[in-house]
């Protein structure tokens, strides 16, 4: 038995020796009497960049070599469909790198190889995953124009996902990336912008600095700090345009609202105006300085395009007068008292009736109109001293540099409000009520003065007393 399983062995034994040399031959080399060998190849990733992908191919029993690269989720083709759509390989016998450029970034992508050998056809098909790079975000910042309270930028993001900016003094520290992005201005990721920085100090250097991430949204990028310069005030000119945002210029700023034009500079204090006078538009904080004077565009007892005419300068509440109410306001016809004035009709009005400017019988209407319903309608910067009715030698003044001593019209500041069209009116071809009060040699008031500005009367222009029980047209003004 023992002999028996020692033969059976041996004869196992040989037979699988035999075997396997005759498949050794079958795959080796074709010396003129075996098979060819198997085509393969195989695929391996050498590089990755923002727009392209390398690999190696390594190809083996190959007489044909396809490659192709798809994208990640898409359909891997067969290595026939890889021969007619892929691309073909000029050295199909030697590993070599092959290149797949214009991608697009941060993506995933497959590339995909087979061969070919006329013995045994195609392989099997080969490939490899890969993922082309994320770009470095850039930021270009570039500088434009600058005024005294205003910083104008061009930002264009390239290859970023988010971005902010922020303007801080030059003495300050540059915040963070992360800070940036968290409480700066969030601006289009995708295109150049050009932006503006408003309220800034006059005469101050200033650093402009934005960050980005990246289009993974995993990186961050600061730029370089764009340093600028706000520029020193400009004094204003008659004829001016002042806008909302209590800036002035002399050619119309088609970006900015304008709801005035200049019409004295400085302080005029050869009319006893002085600027201890006044307050800014809160109504606490002293102005410590005039820059000039504002009229309005457009008359301020007009309320939804309809002129109302109880523009009253004051009524008694039972219709009747109280001549013996003298208002305190200045009765000079050569003063530029009207914001005075204003504060004292505002104080009397809560004195005696206990509430504010309205109008009602027994109230101010034509205050009314000139401070609360035009500030309504249109806002005057926090920066002015807000809208007032004006004294009676305002009035006439502005009506003298509305016209030469010829009675021609001036380019200024008459050309301003052409320029505005059907946005303001002109004050001429009114009868304005103005602040200034008339008082009886008894001490008592039932008149006050108003401003003739109608070439249709004769005298024009002039000032007179009315009164106060008659419906006038308002106009008001600030001082800035």
Partial sequence: MKTFYSKLGR??????????????????????????????????????????????????????????????????????????????????DVPTTARFKDLLANAEYTIVAAGW?????????????????????????????????????????????????????????????????????????????????????????????????????????????????????????????????????????????????VFYLGAATRFNDKAIFYKLKDGKTPMNSIRGYVVALNNANVVEGVEQHDAYWHRKMDGGWDYNFPCTCSTETEDFLGYSNTQSIKILCQQRYGGALSTKDGNFPAFYYAVDHYESVCPAPETSSGWFLPSVHQLMYLQSVWFNEQGIASIWPERSFELLGDKATSVIGYEYWTSTEHTQSDGTSYRAYYACLDPSYVNYPFGAYYQKNTSFAVRSILVF
């Fill in 117 to 261: 050998n006329a013995a045994t056809g195609y392989s099997q098909v080969a490939s490899v995953s890969m993922q082309t790079g994320i770009p470095v975000p850039q930021l270009i910042l570039t500088a434009g124009t600058s005024t005294s309270r205003s910083l104008t930028f061009t930002l264009e993001p390239i290859d970023v996902s988010r971005v902010a900016y922020v303007c801080v003094k030059a003495s300050d520290k540059i915040p963070s990336a992360s800070e940036i992005l968290a409480s700066g201005t969030q601006v289009d990721a995708a295109n150049k912008g050009e932006y503006t920085v408003s309220g800034l100090q006059t005469e101050t250097d200033y650093k402009i600095v934005a960050a980005a991430m990246d289009i993974a949204d995993a990186n961050s990028v600061v730029s370089m700090p764009l340093e600028m310069e706000t520029r020193p005030i400009e004094q204003p000119r008659v004829g001016d345009f002042y806008y909302s945002d209590g800036t002035w210029s002399t050619e119309l700023d088609a970006s900015k609202t304008p709801i005035g034009v």
């Fill in 11 to 92: 004869w196992l034994l040989m037979t699988l020796f035999f075997g396997l040399s005759a498949a050794a031959v079958s795959c080796g080399d074709d010396d003129g009497g075996g098979d060819s060998k198997v085509a393969s190849v195989t695929v391996n990733a050498v590089e990755a960049t923002e727009n392209a992908l390398v690999v190696l191919l390594t190809p083996a029993n190959c007489e044909a070599l396809y490659c192709k690269c798809i994208s990640a989720g898409e359909a891997i083709p067969s290595a026939e469909e890889l021969s007619i759509a892929g691309v073909k390989v000029p050295t199909p």
